[in-house]
Structure formats: C-alpha cells, structure tokens
C-alpha cells in the first residue's frame, strides 16, 4: 500500500489475508469471519505512517511535509495521522492551509466559463506563502493570514506562530506537490508525499471497480452527510473535478517521496447502507442516473458489514463519520 525511494518490506494484505477479491471477502463475511482482514489492513497503513515519521525524523532536514492528493483520497485523515505520528518521534508538526492563503475574491483566476477557479494554483498568494514559509523555517514570528470565505478577503490572525528546530510544517492540498508552491524551500527541507486511491478494486478477479469511481462513491456520501449535497449535484460535478486533477496534481505525482495507497477491498461493503439510497434519489430522467445505477450496481455486489468494524482512526471514517479526528 506503500511506495517509497527506499524499498518497500511489506506484504500487501490480500497475500497475508488470502482475500484478493470482493468475491473473496463476501465468502469471509457469510463465515462472520472478517475482523482480521479489516485489523491486518489498519494495522499495515499504520506502520507505513509510522516508517513515513520515522524517516522523516532520521533525515534531520525536513522542515516542511507536503501531502497531496485529489478529491476524496484520505488525505486529510491521513495528514492527521501522520501527525500523531511525528510527534510520537519528538517533533512538532504545525498544520498550515493553503486556503487561508487565497488572493483576494477579485483577483482570482477563471475558467473558461468565466467562473472563479478556486483550484487553480494562481489563486494562492504564492509570494506571501513562500515568504511566510521562509520566516517561519528561519524561526521569525509569524501572523498567519485567515480567508474569510464570505468577504472573500484575507484576514490576520489575532496571535503569531513561531517555530524552532523541531518543528515540522505539515502542508496538505492539491498543490503541495507542485515546486512553485514551495518555490523558496531548499529541497533538502522538504519531504513529499502523495495519497490516493491508487489499488483498483477486484470484483471477481474479472470485474473491477476503478480508482476514480471509488472515490466518487466516497465523495458522494461525505458529500450527502456533511455539505448536503444530493448525489446528482456531485455526479454531475464530478467531470469539473477531474480535469482540475489531471491539471494540477497528476503531472507532479513524480515529485513526490512516497506514494501511500489509502484504498480497502471492503470499504463499499461498510458505506452500502448509506450510500443505497442517496444513489436511488437520482431521478431516470436525470444526465446522472446512469453513473448512479452504474455505481448502484458495484455496491449491490458487496455484502454489507456494520461500520462498527472499523476502528475511529481509520481513513474510511472521514467519509461516513465516527472518527476520532476532528475535522
């Protein structure tokens, strides 16, 4: 689940479990037999973070840990994790937004609809951040910008940050991966990391469900559950979203240090409840409905688990909640 410039020691967990396929995992299920197929996978991703903290606290350079990925990867349960990680190594990792460095509403770049292109890597303030950055690595007190989204102008933070030798700034965005957005940081200060859906999912050992359509499945329930979206509205989305990918994360996949694959064999078996019927609410006549009955029909393949199996540190929890992280 992990690729790194050192090499990976690790089984994946279809080799130590014998369970390569959906197929496979329904067979465990009907057995009541899953707890260590589901233990074997969290126990894994964790000590890849835990390798991730360790070999950043060995380096002695890093200063700033860049995490990215597109829409729906884990990303940001994973940078939470990795923190706790870091400082059970005794460093100190300060989390820092890119969005709280937005350029004024104004001054945002459009797309070609003449809409603001809030993806767009110009629509950071790339001289403040890698001004701040420079003053914040140099152990200069800070105050931070805050956007306010309803203004659409930046605000200051009321107190200022400053950091000491042990300090790690942990960056998480679609950017992060990008050289311009840390243009001013020496490369040896920097440690990149890209997290994603990067396992298809095996059906039957035929049939699989690919990378993006399970990340659209994750986007449309957290969607449904924390921002009130109906399933149509993310479907119909979901386009724009992709190319924003293919545009600003996937021609710098290469930069990054590791590559960290956050996807589970079982992970619609645990959101089948609540994702039915969110995808049922897409009308016939709707231009969604097909990819909803398209997706409907992946997840009618999995039985379904309670999600009480799936402990509150996990990845999967930022999507369908319960988690033990604060968002």
């Known amino acids: 689940?992990?690729?790194?410039?050192?090499?990976?020691?690790?089984?994946?967990?279809?080799?130590?479990?014998?369970?390569?396929?959906?197929?496979?995992?329904?067979?465990?299920v009907e057995q009541g037999d899953i707890h260590d197929i589901i233990n074997v996978?969290?126990?894994?991703?964790?000590?890849?973070?835990?390798?991730?903290?360790?070999?950043?606290?060995?380096r002695g350079t890093i200063r700033v840990v860049l995490i990215a990925g597109p829409s729906s990867s884990?990303?940001?349960?994973?940078?939470?994790?990795?923190?706790?990680?870091l400082m059970a190594v005794g460093l100190?990792?300060?989390?820092?937004?890119?969005?709280d460095y937005f350029v004024p509403r104004h001054l945002t770049p459009k797309d070609e609809d003449g809409n603001y292109d809030f993806e767009s890597l110009?629509?950071?303030?790339?001289?403040?951040?890698?001004?701040?950055?420079?003053?914040?690595i140099a152990g200069k007190e800070v105050r931070l910008p805050r956007f306010n989204f309803e203004t659409g102008l930046r605000e200051w933070r009321s107190d200022a940050l400053t950091c000491n030798s042990d300090t790690v700034l942990i960056i998480e965005g679609i950017h992060a991966l990008n050289p311009l957005l840390t243009e001013s940081v020496a490369e040896s200060a920097k440690y990149r990391i890209f997290c994603s859906v990067l396992s298809d999912v095996s059906l039957d050992g035929q049939q699989t469900i690919v990378t993006t359509d399970n990340r659209l499945l994750r986007r449309i329930l957290r969607d449904s559950q924390y921002r009130g979206f109906p399933a149509e509205e993310t479907i119909l989305r979901w386009p724009s979203v992709r190319r924003g990918e293919e545009k600003w994360i996937t021609p710098f996949i290469g930069e990054a240090d590791v590559l960290f694959d956050s996807s589970f064999l079982y992970e619609l078996a645990v959101m089948k409840r609540k994702l039915e019927p969110i995808l049922q609410e897409v009308h016939n006549t709707s231009?969604?409905?097909?990819?909803?009955?398209?997706?409907?029909?992946?997840?009618?393949?999995?039985?379904?688990?309670p999600d009480k199996a799936i402990p509150p540190t996990s990845l999967l929890r930022e999507f369908f909640g319960g988690s033990s992280y604060k968002y």
């Open 74 to 85: 884990g990303k940001t349960t994973f940078s939470k994790r990795l923190s706790v990680q």
């Open 122 to 136: 110009y629509a950071v303030d790339l001289d403040l951040f890698n001004e701040q950055l420079q003053a914040l």
């Open 287 to 305: 231009p969604a409905y097909e990819t909803a009955q398209r997706l409907l029909g992946y997840i009618e393949y999995f039985k379904s688990i």
């Open 41 to 58: 996978t969290e126990v894994l991703q964790s000590r890849q973070i835990a390798d991730m903290a360790d070999e950043i606290c060995e």
């Open 1 to 28: 689940m992990q690729t790194s410039k050192k090499k990976n020691t690790y089984k994946a967990p279809a080799e130590i479990t014998g369970v390569a396929t959906v197929s496979d995992f329904n067979r465990r």
């Open 92 to 99: 100190k990792p300060v989390a820092l937004s890119t969005d």
